[in-house]
């Protein structure tokens, strides 16, 4: 098999730089080694900027986000037993949409398979070659029978643990850090108790409250590292979520649980994300905490920088944006990591020294919270960039 350009791993970058791709008629094959249900079936992030909204609507995939997204203005923060809110829609002109991953992956497939350009899910033993060339290719197996792709490019958007970043791995800088905080991630059968995503600060852990549909919910609750999922019951669960929301009128009620499981806060940056004829997209050139609901919307920007590269690549024989992708998508990187970052040490508590930083955080939410620039650069932050536009 031929190809301009081979791309490994179906998630978010990956599929989102092979439909931009195939409108622009760049050749490309998006090669998966799990199945097409699981692809579809793991439940990820759900908030979703403006910029990917309009990424997503360019490229043809945005008519059920448009039609099922959950449009919201403003936050609640929860904190000393009362809530105050930030209107981000009103400091910037911009909302958000709740809009689960795996709905925009399903999307993405959808448009996919209606194209001529190959999605090779199940594929086995798969492996990158001479990147440092000008003929690399992509060894796997499937359907029972070796293949070999050979390319331009090869992009790898196949996630943190994937093939692609650790055979560059000698040319890299790598910036990592463990956060203390752990969650017990919850998805249950409950309608939203709020129409606002809601953060607590409460003193014996953070609580967010967000939703994923009219009828689903999305809870999560800071938690020991060491916690086992299986041993928190709903009783448990929806007790804790109680306890860390009083103050609040809402008794929460909770439905069935559809799944639980335990999130590791951390955050990893890779620099750069290129060397050669290999390119990194998404969770496998970087990571973000969840609590500021990044990591989707940075997969997404990085794949349309890079899809941005390749048309002017191929269009009219210019390599100026390839080679400085890592410099303009790093800035955008960095700047959602910082903000990541800063939530995460603004909400959680501290075991060590925990009243002290109890204070520091009552400090700090009262000062982004009342009006003025704090307010607004907030606002700016959480709603994010515009999508990166390049002339063609």
Same mark, same amino acid.
């Given at each position: 098999?031929?190809?301009?350009?081979?791309?490994?791993?179906?998630?978010?970058?990956?599929? *989102?730089?092979?439909?931009?791709? $195939? =409108?622009?008629?760049?050749? !490309?094959?998006?090669?998966?080694?799990?199945?097409?249900?699981?692809?579809?079936?793991?439940?990820?992030?759900?908030?979703?900027?403006?910029?990917?909204?309009?990424?997503?609507?360019?490229?043809?995939?945005?008519?059920?986000?448009?039609?099922?997204?959950?449009?919201?203005?403003? &936050?609640?923060?929860?904190?000393?037993?009362?809530? /105050?809110?930030?209107?981000?829609?009103? =400091?910037?002109?911009?909302?958000?949409?709740?809009?689960?991953?795996?709905?925009?992956?399903?999307?993405?497939?959808?448009?996919?398979?209606?194209?001529?350009?190959? &999605?090779?899910?199940?594929?086995?033993?798969?492996?990158?070659?001479?990147?440092?060339?000008?003929?690399?290719?992509?060894? @796997? %197996?499937?359907?029972?029978?070796?293949?070999?792709?050979?390319?331009?490019?090869?992009?790898?958007?196949?996630?943190?643990?994937?093939?692609?970043?650790?055979?560059? $791995?000698?040319?890299?800088?790598?910036?990592?850090? !463990?956060?203390?905080?752990?969650?017990?991630?919850? =998805?249950?059968? *409950?309608?939203?108790?709020?129409?606002?995503?809601?953060?607590?600060?409460?003193?014996?852990?953070?609580?967010? @409250?967000?939703?994923?549909?009219?009828?689903?919910? +999305?809870?999560?609750?800071?938690?020991?590292?060491?916690?086992?999922? !299986?041993?928190?019951?709903? %009783? +448990?669960?929806?007790?804790?979520?109680?306890?860390?929301?009083?103050? /609040?009128?809402?008794?929460?009620?909770?439905?069935?649980?559809?799944?639980?499981?335990?999130?590791?806060?951390?955050?990893?940056?890779?620099?750069?994300?290129?060397?050669?004829?290999?390119? &990194?997209?998404?969770?496998?050139?970087?990571?973000?905490?969840? %609590?500021?609901?990044?990591?989707? !919307?940075?997969?997404?920007? #990085?794949?349309?920088?890079?899809?941005?590269?390749?048309?002017?690549?191929?269009?009219?024989?210019?390599? #100026?944006?390839?080679?400085?992708?890592?410099?303009?998508?790093?800035?955008?990187?960095? +700047?959602?990591?910082?903000?990541?970052?800063?939530?995460?040490? &603004?909400?959680? /508590?501290?075991?060590?020294?925990?009243?002290?930083?109890? /204070? =520091?955080?009552?400090?700090?939410?009262?000062?982004?919270?009342?009006?003025?620039?704090?307010?607004? %650069?907030?606002?700016?932050?959480?709603?994010?960039?515009?999508?990166?536009?390049?002339?063609?």
């Amino acid at each position: 098999m031929r190809t301009k350009v081979a791309i490994i791993g179906a998630g978010p970058a990956g599929l *989102m730089l092979g439909q931009l791709l $195939s =409108l622009a008629n760049i050749s !490309n094959v998006v090669i998966e080694n799990r199945s097409r249900d699981y692809v579809e079936g793991r439940s990820r992030a759900g908030q979703i900027t403006p910029a990917t909204v309009q990424i997503l609507t360019e490229s043809g995939v945005g008519a059920r986000i448009h039609s099922e997204g959950m449009v919201h203005s403003t &936050l609640q923060f929860h904190y000393e037993g009362s809530t /105050r809110e930030l209107n981000f829609q009103a =400091l910037t002109g911009r909302t958000v949409t709740i809009y689960g991953q795996q709905e925009i992956i399903k999307d993405l497939i959808a448009a996919r398979l209606k194209t001529e350009f190959p &999605l090779l899910f199940d594929a086995a033993d798969v492996q990158i070659h001479d990147t440092d060339g000008f003929s690399p290719y992509v060894s @796997f %197996s499937h359907g029972g029978e070796q293949q070999t792709l050979e390319c331009d490019f090869i992009v790898g958007c196949d996630g943190f643990h994937g093939i692609c970043r650790p055979h560059i $791995s000698d040319s890299l800088t790598q910036f990592s850090y !463990n956060y203390p905080f752990t969650w017990l991630a919850v =998805l249950a059968e *409950m309608s939203p108790i709020s129409p606002d995503v809601i953060f607590s600060s409460h003193e014996t852990g953070l609580a967010l @409250f967000t939703m994923r549909s009219p009828n689903v919910s +999305r809870i999560y609750l800071q938690c020991s590292p060491d916690e086992d999922p !299986n041993e928190w019951s709903g %009783s +448990r669960i929806w007790d804790l979520l109680q306890l860390r929301l009083e103050g /609040r009128p809402e008794k929460v009620n909770g439905g069935a649980i559809i799944e639980k499981s335990i999130v590791q806060l951390r955050s990893f940056v890779a620099e750069k994300m290129q060397k050669g004829r290999l390119f &990194l997209a998404g969770d496998a050139a970087h990571i973000v905490p969840p %609590s500021a609901a990044k990591g989707l !919307n940075l997969a997404v920007s #990085d794949a349309n920088i890079l899809a941005r590269a390749f048309e002017q690549h191929y269009g009219k024989g210019k390599e #100026d944006l390839l080679l400085s992708y890592s410099d303009i998508a790093l800035k955008q990187i960095w +700047r959602d990591v910082q903000f990541s970052h800063w939530m995460a040490m &603004l909400l959680h /508590r501290f075991d060590d020294n925990s009243h002290f930083h109890r /204070r =520091l955080q009552i400090a700090e939410l009262d000062r982004v919270l009342g009006s003025g620039p704090a307010a607004q %650069s907030f606002a700016e932050l959480w709603v994010g960039n515009p999508p990166f536009a390049a002339s063609i």
